[in-house]
């Protein structure tokens, strides 16, 4: 895509390039809307009830780092919308790098939301597709590109650190649908995307003449923009450029009626010591401290243009009505692992799931029944897990992608008393051979002969030979042991408390973990005012919690295995975003609350202690099998 000649950084598309665009924008998966109530509509003059929203508390937002200086704008939309789908997510605001994508995609060469989130959507073996934070080696913004081609990079990917990293497990760009429906319809879809804490990516045909420059460097933040100014009537427009601009749409206001207004954030120069010689001759006064500026919101959602510029009568995708305005936004699948637990009684069992390890169930399914052995796996390679459950009596594996209570797919494999196990072990083929990603399938381990068997194609067969590891009394585990997108295997071995790791599936193992939750390391109580029991008396007070992992010189005598070690289940999770999976370790334990001068009564809690620091806990129903599950719910 050739440089534009503007005041401020545009796209310029080639009437070839405008066509895929179009026909990208037309294929795209939309976004969900959520159902609106019904209601009479009325119209905006006639309803003065309005609100003003916006998303800015959740952008890191530091405006003259955030300039561009290339034809990346639609990079610079699509990080911030990446950046503001992490603070929602995890609560932290942290600054990812544009440097990083343009340095591995030409990204001053112009593009659109697809492109983007096909970058950020391949393998984690691929480290070049996880976002990097602008605090890295290299990793800010670099002003000047080495040449006057776009392809000409101001830094090679190669000098950029690429760890830490937040990694996403999938990236999709949506299309929200704003053509072919009245102009109330689609101002509420926007709306929508939204209101779900998702910013939205508005690309547009930039305007002729650069009205929307001199706008940008003459008024203030406070005005309002009318693209109905330009617009050339929704049939037909003959013009001399095919420029293109893209900008984060992040909130609005339409409390006075006859000024509805989206804010949108914008990465040219704010002030005039950001601009070059020729912008401060022409804009001496701009002010724009924020970036910010409004765009209304009555406007021709419907407008479209024939004829891209340089394009003949003959030429390909000449003959196409195309849209002026694109509204985006970006699915982001983390990473980041939640946990939960499933708790059976003589009848049923419910997953209870917890989507980021906040104390609380987020989402409580009924499925699986008395005996059945739950498991989880993104059996539908949409990044987000599902869940599933081994039937022992009939062996066979049960799979719900969707978390809605029904079977998607029920597999016959292994026998009654094998230990059912879920794992990426097979590559999944596309048609781009940079694309390929793992497959989730299922396993079983056989403690007869403690073998490991792997079904990576859910084709009920084993795609590998048995592999030999671990001991009759082990619990095998699945994990992504050292972050190159496939799973490896291992187990917890009951006897001495030690997680045995294998990445290769050879059957030998590449680390050992003692992981050891101490008795006098405990939590007397998660909650104020419950006892713990110890020798005979009731303790009160609380220590630190979390997990232990013992040093050099502690021993086993420091903890009561008979309160402590039969009881402690092993966990496998991401549970902090690094893109390798960890363990830990969970335990059932009853705190004492006391109701009256001689009674207490018994609560039962499971407790997650997780490796890094992180710890849980629920209570449970006494007296019935619990079994702990980790897995990307979100």
Not at 388 to 406: A, I, Q, V
Not at 479 to 487: E, K, P, V, Y
């Amino acid at each position: 895509m050739a440089q534009a000649q503007q005041d401020f950084p545009v796209m310029h598309f080639t009437p070839q390039e405008l066509l895929v665009l179009h026909d990208d924008y037309m294929e795209a998966p939309k976004a969900l809307i959520r159902p609106a109530i019904p209601f009479k509509y009325i119209p905006p003059e006639d309803n003065p009830i309005g609100e003003q929203f916006d998303l800015l508390k959740y952008f890191p937002y530091i405006p003259k780092e955030r300039l561009q200086h290339c034809n990346d704008c639609w990079v610079w939309a699509c990080t911030g919308a990446l950046e503001i789908d992490r603070a929602v997510r995890k609560g932290t605001m942290k600054r990812l790098s544009v440097q990083w994508f343009n340095s591995n995609y030409d990204g001053c060469c112009g593009g659109f939301p697809s492109k983007f989130a096909e970058f950020y959507s391949g393998p984690k073996s691929f480290s070049k597709k996880k976002p990097i934070p602008w605090s890295n080696a290299n990793a800010y913004y670099h002003k000047v590109q080495k040449g006057e081609s776009c392809t000409d990079r101001a830094v090679p990917a190669d000098e950029i650190s690429a760890s830490p990293y937040y990694s996403i497990e999938h990236c999709e760009a949506q299309v929200i649908p704003t053509t072919n429906v009245d102009k109330e319809t689609a101002i509420a879809n926007i709306k929508d995307i939204l209101k779900q804490k998702k910013a939205v990516i508005f690309l547009y045909k930039n305007v002729p003449n650069n009205n929307f420059g001199k706008f940008w460097g003459t008024e203030k933040e406070d005005a309002i923009w009318h693209f109905d100014n330009w617009n050339c009537g929704g049939i037909e427009c003959y013009g001399e450029i095919s420029e293109g601009h893209a900008v984060l749409c992040v909130g609005y206001d339409d409390r006075d009626p006859k000024n509805r207004y989206w804010i949108m954030v914008n990465s040219w120069p704010t002030n005039f010591d950001d601009l070059n010689e020729e912008q401060k001759e022409k804009y001496p006064h701009i002010n724009r401290p924020n970036n910010i500026f409004r765009v209304s919101m009555d406007m021709d959602y419907d407008s479209t243009y024939r004829m891209p510029a340089g394009c003949s009568e003959n030429s390909s995708g000449c003959d196409v009505e195309q849209y002026f305005f694109k509204w985006w936004t970006l699915k982001v699948s983390s990473a980041g692992d939640g946990v939960g637990f499933v708790q059976g009684d003589k009848i049923s069992s419910s997953f209870k799931l917890d989507k980021d390890i906040s104390g609380s169930i987020d989402q409580e399914i009924s499925y699986a029944g008395k005996g059945d052995m739950p498991i989880k796996g993104d059996w539908d390679n949409d990044g987000i897990d599902g869940i599933g459950y081994f039937r022992p009596d009939g062996h066979t594996f049960h799979l719900d992608n969707n978390r809605d209570s029904k079977d998607d797919k029920i597999l016959s494999y292994g026998e009654s008393k094998d230990l059912p196990l879920a794992g990426k072990w097979a590559r999944r083929p596309q048609k781009n051979p940079f694309s390929l990603q793992w497959q989730e399938g299922i396993g079983y381990f056989r403690p007869s002969d403690h073998t490991f068997h792997l079904d990576g194609n859910l084709d009920e067969q084993d795609d590998m030979p048995p592999i030999s590891y671990g001991s009759s009394d082990s619990v095998p585990l699945s994990g992504d042991w050292n972050g190159d997108g496939h799973d490896g295997i291992g187990y917890y071995s009951r006897s001495d408390f030690t997680f045995h790791l294998d990445d290769n599936l050879d059957g030998k193992d590449d680390r050992t973990l003692n992981y050891l939750v101490m008795f006098d390391k405990l939590p007397n109580s998660p909650i104020p005012g419950e006892l713990n029991y110890v020798n005979g008396k009731f303790v009160s007070g609380i220590s630190k919690h979390g997990p232990f992992l013992p040093t050099k010189g502690e021993t086993k005598s420091e903890f009561d295995p008979k309160i402590i070690g039969p009881m402690q289940k092993p966990l496998v999770g991401d549970w902090n975003e690094d893109g390798k999976d960890e363990v830990g370790v969970v335990i059932q334990e009853s705190r004492w609350k006391k109701t009256t001068s001689m009674f207490h009564e018994r609560v039962n809690y499971l407790c997650f202690y997780l490796e890094g620091g992180r710890f849980a806990y629920y209570k449970i129903t006494p007296n019935v099998s619990v079994y702990p599950i980790s897995g990307n719910w979100n």
